[in-house]
């Protein structure tokens, strides 16, 4: 598969095959996604992969913690500014309502769309589940480097004929699932990710979203 291939043929996917992926198969992702770059080549990123009993540990975790506290975890770091702004914020809506419409799920249907949102913390069935964590003394500039890092695995497991779903729902275990994990003090998780086999059938797995257009997001001067 070829680059471009990659970077258009990736999705974030929410339905998975019960199928299991060996460990073979994610240590060789994780081989190719190092390779992504970071300044001064900090390379300031760790990733945790669970699969089977130590995968349902943190499933386990989580819903006991949200059993407790249906908010969480106290807060690491807010996932949104507040009081989002346009065009961020209509995109936002957007993907939710797109993803929703698939789904049949009305807006009023509070309860599907939490149950939606939960299947998160399933890892959409998933058999694999990584954690990306980062030292919380590195600075936002090596959080922007762990962003491409994450990026590399999608595109690698492109390449391996997996699918991927980056999950920052899962920041408001960012604790719970720290402990589960038994990490040391400089290691906080940031986001989760579902590696696994996308399954072909499922409706959820067809949508694809929008981008703002080159001219949205680029000037170009000198040409
Ligand atoms: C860091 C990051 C975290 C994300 N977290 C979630 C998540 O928790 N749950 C989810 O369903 N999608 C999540 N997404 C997927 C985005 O909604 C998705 O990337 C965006 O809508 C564009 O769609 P695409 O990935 O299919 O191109 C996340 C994406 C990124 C980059």
Known sequence: MGVIEAIRSRIST?????????????????GDARWAPSGGNLQPWKVHVVTGAAR?????????????????DENTFPVYPENLWDP??????????QMYDILAIPREDKAGRLGQVLKNLD??????????TIDPKMNPNQWAHLGMFIYAVTLAAEGHGLATCM??????????????????????????????YADPDAPLNTMRT??????????FRGF
């Open 88 to 97: 961020y914020r209509a995109r936002r809506y957007a993907v939710g309502e």
């Open 210 to 219: 929008d981008r703002a257009e080159v001219d949205e997001i680029a000037s």
């Open 123 to 132: 890892f959409f069935d998933a058999p694999v589940g990584l954690f990306f």
């Open 56 to 72: 349902q540990a943190i499933i386990d975790a989580v819903k006991a913690k949200l059993e407790s506290d249906p908010f969480g």
């Open 167 to 196: 999950q920052e729902a899962w920041t408001r275990f960012t604790k719970t699932v720290g402990t589960a994990l038994d990490l040391p003090g400089d290691e906080q998780v940031y986001c989760g990710m579902a590696l696994g």
């Open 14 to 30: 929410r339905a998975f095959l019960d199928k299991p992926v060996p460990e073979a198969t994610v240590r060789a992702i994780l």
